[in-house]
């Protein structure tokens, strides 16, 4: 009886289990519907979380492999290891500067409360803002907290 659908992308880390019911794509096939590899998984598991996180695909031996937990979210399961995602902890790191954009928006505007030094103070901390990704070296961050952001002026 199959238990689970675990589909599995090109390096063989699992991109979703589904459990299985009526009509199930065909075992070790690319399934049509979602394009990627299926298999069918046989027994039931006491924590799909921890298979999902620690086994992958092994497309040499078609058996399950065990590997390390993530490091951190911006690891992708790649060649058999974990490696760095710097694309995608970039993306969040201008999420995170476009955010605190928008909450500086105001010491801009033409009836700002604001001093004329505090505005000057604000317009470089904006510009040090739309600055920051071409600033860094992203190698060396691990982590949107570990950024070297500017420093927020005391008003704000």
């Not at 992708?76 to 995608?88: F, K, L, Q």
């Not at 009836?111 to 803002?129: H, I």
Request: aromatic share 10%; proline share 4%; charged share 20%.
């Amino acid at each position: 009886m199959i238990h689970y659908l675990m589909y599995i992308d090109t390096e063989g880390d699992i991109v979703e289990i589904r459990l299985a019911k009526g009509v199930n794509p065909t075992n070790k096939a690319t399934d049509s519907e979602v394009g990627l590899y299926c298999i069918h998984y046989m027994s039931a598991l006491e924590d799909v979380g921890a298979f999902h996180s620690l086994k992958a695909w092994n497309y040499s031996t078609e058996q399950w492999d065990d590997r390390a937990a993530r490091p951190n979210k911006y690891a992708i399961w790649e060649a058999g290891a974990w490696t760095w995602n710097a694309h995608s902890l970039l993306e969040d790191i201008r999420k995170e500067r476009s955010y605190l954009l928008v909450l500086s928006d105001w010491t801009i505007v033409n009836d700002s409360p604001l001093s004329e030094s505090q505005q000057t103070e604000a317009r470089n901390y904006r510009v040090a803002l739309r600055n920051l990704p071409a600033s860094i070296t992203i190698a060396d961050i691990d982590s949107v907290a570990n950024t070297p952001w500017p420093t927020k002026p005391s008003f704000l």
